[in-house]
């Protein structure tokens, strides 16, 4: 069954996306804004549900690789993400039945609509991060142990990546990630096709779904003057982690990936506390004065307390007013191959997971 | 220190002398419709106090609405050329695609993307190419226009392509007044393309602005030096804030704040500003302006650079409304309120006159709006006190109720009760707010500058060792400098760890 995604659904869509990016996968406006132009001038998009596949169909799973700040100077193409699909279409010599999302969380929550627009294919109902993560190891699809390869990369310049095998998920993050670096740190990608019979085993499903409803919420709240970041703690059952206010950012970028922390001073219930935040991309580990208090893979979210819209990464900065929550990671997540693949282990911190929902 | 500061309104201008603490005098004239005569008869009432005290006048601060307006009322604006050198990334979101269609018509604007500009580690994405520029410039050339706007990805790390833009375009068009969008905005292309070219629209405004001020002040016999004030409660030399009109934006609002907080002693607070034109809705917290953490939105364009956190209404007590179906604005009769408004003899009915037949102010003459059916007034009134709670409503910041400091001009238009207000408050000296917190004004310094092989911690106290230094030479008082804002970005891939910082630092103007 195929259901058109109406047009008044994009902001909620960016908006609950941007949520669940935990910091990173880039800020959905400017695919936003892409996907209203093509609107606009008439394309329309359809969604499928993971149950509705057959299980020979071929899913293509894309993404915007790279740093979300090079996004916002080089700025995303829908051409590309379209023509990424294209190429392992040319590659494989099958055409793909519909396309689906790497990770719901940001941009790129988006990126398979902006292709979907232009190729005429439906949309999957999932993703297999349920939020967003910086490598490609970091999915379920890997968690799984599903094939790492082909891998497509399109650039702006006419480069054109075909990556036929890889020896392992790391190998494939290695070698894509270092393509990605040299053509500027960011590209359009078509990742390891899968099967209908793979996303309904392995996808992480209704995302969109999901993520839609959360960012309704959200402007729903700021509608009604009530507090946006309560009705993302209710509406997703999760935990405020901290509230306060941003008193440093430190940031470097080393080997394609934005790394740092941010330090928040605590204020109200959290006063005299200090709370550092560290991140790859995405929000990994808080720290609260000196002690872990929640870390991936549960669903480090930094809010503005005021509005309930997330702040990414390469956005935070001195002065903010801001709540850390914490939501439910998808279960495949917190399974032992799971924390295994993203837990703080996978970000270099050696602590053991401990989820705040324990 | 005793300073005179003024604040011209679209529809009052209002002028005050400070020495210290002490209003010594003040003043609010209609703003005339060449704008100066209302300027010189406010200064002239003030300036004839200057002897008063024995201390001689420091400085002219003055504080305008012009820019913004011109933005709001999509008028008063120039024909704009923007340049983008980025292709081949960025050619499906072209120049002011997020714009708001009418202002978009507004500013009319020749768009071209030509290939170049930087990638993150500051190599060339593409190499530029300059026939492709100097062909931009050529077409904008034959189009007569003059103001243009040029951006390119990842300028504010290297400048290279917008320079080198720059200079060709100069090369055909000498007289070609031209922003590039790394001396105003951060990294975020369209949002700093959009304040350049904002900035390149008010060009032609920003310097008959400024060289009529001096006019003024000349025909006055006014020597001390004379200052526009920014966005940020700072101010700048008229001459170097003339190229920048973005600055001043919201330097009226600010301004009125910081004066809101002084006369009333609240440092918390919410503060409506009404002039004549529009009415600005912002939140004091700890006596200064709250300021927005990210985005803002200026007439409706996404914009990138600090600025108080402010909600502007197309509200003031020129506002104009149709007397068919009572639909209150956009448009003004902003300076011409004097000869337009129906009180004043005028034939163009405003939110004044519905004041007036109201009951709720005395102002020219009522027997000039008695035929004002009583019904439509209520439902006039109406229709201004839900705009007022809706936007109050929208910049609270929580569901308990704030006191709301009105001021301005067209405060009487502010209703004695506000849903979600604990109270509305006047103070006497509101009307002229604005003015007082030009003249309470403070300078600033900053540095932008790229510190290579030294840790992070080095770069930034460098940083801010050479802002406070600025603002030393810029006049400030050494005690009172204070951190603004800090920003710092590594630029990867360059020996030495090179990293981007960006420190601004504020004080008091030092008049040892």
Redesign the interface.
């Known amino acids: 069954m195929l259901q058109e995604f109406p047009e008044e659904n994009i902001e909620s869509l960016a908006t609950g996306a941007w949520i669940l990016g935990t910091g990173g996968g880039g800020n959905p406006y400017l695919s936003t804004l892409n996907l209203r132009r093509l609107y606009a001038d008439g394309a329309r998009v359809q969604v499928i549900q993971p149950e509705d596949l057959a299980d020979d169909d071929m899913v293509a799973v894309v993404s915007g690789m790279g740093a979300p700040l090079v996004g916002q100077e080089r700025l995303k193409d829908p051409r590309h993400m379209a023509r990424a699909v294209e190429l392992m279409e040319d590659y494989l010599g099958r055409p793909f039945r519909a396309i689906m999302a790497l990770e719901i969380g940001g941009a790129n929550a988006l990126s398979p609509f902006l292709a979907a627009a232009l190729l005429g294919r439906p949309v999957v109902n999932a993703d297999c991060m349920g939020r967003a993560y910086p490598e490609a190891q970091m999915t379920s699809f890997a968690i799984g142990g599903l094939s790492m390869f082909p891998l497509s990369m399109v650039d702006v310049r006419d480069n054109e990546v075909i990556v036929a095998r890889a020896e392992s998920w790391k190998w494939m993050e290695k070698i894509s990630r270092a393509a990605c670096t040299a053509v500027g740190s960011t590209a359009a990608t078509c990742k390891a096709p899968r099967t209908g019979r793979e996303v309904k085993d392995w996808g992480i499903h209704h995302t969109i779904t999901q993520a839609t409803a959360l960012g309704r919420v959200v402007l729903d709240a700021r509608a009604r003057h009530d507090d946006p970041v309560a009705a993302v703690l209710d509406h997703a059952q999760g935990k405020q982690v901290f509230r306060g206010k941003v008193v440093d950012v430190d940031r470097t970028t080393t080997g394609g990936f934005l790394r740092g922390k941010t330090v928040i001073e605590g204020i109200d219930a959290d006063r005299g506390a200090t709370l550092e935040l560290a991140f790859q991309n995405e929000w990994a580990v808080a720290i609260r004065d000196g002690v872990p208090v929640a870390m991936t893979p549960d669903l480090l979210c930094l809010l503005d307390s005021l509005s309930g819209g997330a702040i990414g990464t390469e956005a935070v900065r001195y002065g903010q007013r801001v709540s850390v929550v914490a939501l439910p990671a998808p279960k495949i997540l917190t399974t032992p191959a799971g924390v295994a693949a993203v837990g703080p282990r996978a970000f270099g911190y050696d602590i053991d997971f401990e989820s705040v929902f324990q | 220190m005793k300073r005179i500061g003024i604040d011209v309104g679209g529809t009052n201008t209002d002028a005050v002398l400070i020495d210290g603490d002490s209003i010594i005098a003040s003043i609010k004239v209609p703003t005339t419709q060449d704008v100066m005569s209302g300027v010189k008869a406010a200064l002239a009432h003030v300036a004839a106090h200057i002897n008063d005290t024995p201390r001689p006048l420091d400085a002219v601060m003055i504080g305008t609405t012009h820019f913004t307006n011109a933005v709001v009322e999509r008028s008063r604006l120039e024909r704009v050329a923007a340049i983008r050198v980025?292709l081949?990334?960025?050619?499906?979101?072209p120049p002011m695609?997020?714009w708001p269609e009418d202002l978009y018509r507004a500013v009319d604007p020749m768009i071209f993307m030509v290939h170049g500009?930087h990638?993150?580690d500051g190599s060339p994405?593409?190499p530029m190419r300059e026939d492709e520029v100097r062909d931009a410039a050529l077409k904008i050339r034959d189009a007569g226009v003059t103001s243009v706007a040029i951006s390119a990805?990842?300028s504010p790390l290297t400048t290279e392509c917008e320079d080198r833009a720059a200079e060709i375009v100069r090369s055909v068009i000498p007289e070609a007044r031209i922003t590039l969008s790394n001396s105003l905005g951060r990294?975020?292309?369209?949002e700093r393309e959009n304040v350049a070219l904002l900035n390149a629209a008010l060009q032609s405004l920003g310097k008959t602005t400024v060289q009529a001020f001096k006019t003024a002040l000349d025909d006055i016999g006014l020597q001390a030096p004379f200052f526009l004030t920014q966005n940020d409660g700072t101010v700048a030399l008229a001459d170097v804030a003339a190229a920048n009109p973005v600055f001043s934006f919201a330097s009226g609002p600010t301004n009125s704040m910081r004066g809101a907080a002084f006369l009333t002693g609240l440092s918390d607070a919410m503060v409506v500003d009404v002039g004549g034109t529009t009415s600005d809705i912002g939140c004091l917290v700890g006596g200064f302006p709250r300021?927005a953490?990210?985005i803002v939105h200026i007439g409706g364009v996404r914009t990138l650079f600090r600025m108080p956190d402010l909600l502007p209404v197309a509200l003031g007590g020129g506002t104009i409304v149709d007397p068919e179906t009572g639909a209150i604005g956009p448009k003004s009769v902003g300076y011409r309120i004097l000869q337009d408004a129906r009180v004043f003899g005028g034939a163009t009915l405003t939110t004044s006159d519905i004041a007036v037949a109201a009951g709720l102010i005395e102002m020219g003459d009522p027997a000039l709006v008695a035929d004002l059916d009583p019904d439509f007034v209520q439902t006039a009134l109406a229709r201004i006190r839900a705009m007022v709670a809706e936007n109050f409503?929208q910049m609270?910041?929580s569901?308990e109720d704030v006191p709301l400091i009105a001021v301005g001009g067209g405060a009487f238009l502010i209703p004695d009760e506000v849903p979600g207000a604990s109270a509305v408050i006047r103070v006497e000296n509101a009307g002229v707010a604005n003015a007082l917190g030009a003249a309470m004004a403070q300078v600033s310094g900053e540095v932008d500058q790229v510190f290579s092989d030294m840790t992070?911690e080095q770069a930034l106290a460098e940083a801010e060792a050479a802002a406070r230094r600025a603002a030393i030479d810029a006049g400030a008082d050494e005690a009172s400098l204070q951190v603004l804002?800090?920003?710092?970005?590594?630029i990867?891939y360059l020996p030495g760890g090179a990293r981007r910082v960006r420190v601004r630092v504020i004080g008091d103007i030092s008049f040892g």
């Open positions: 980025a081949p990334t960025g050619a499906s979101l695609c997020d500009g990638e993150y994405l593409v990805t990842f990294i975020g292309l369209l300021e953490n990210n409503d609270k910041t569901a992070r804002e800090v920003e710092d970005i590594p990867a």
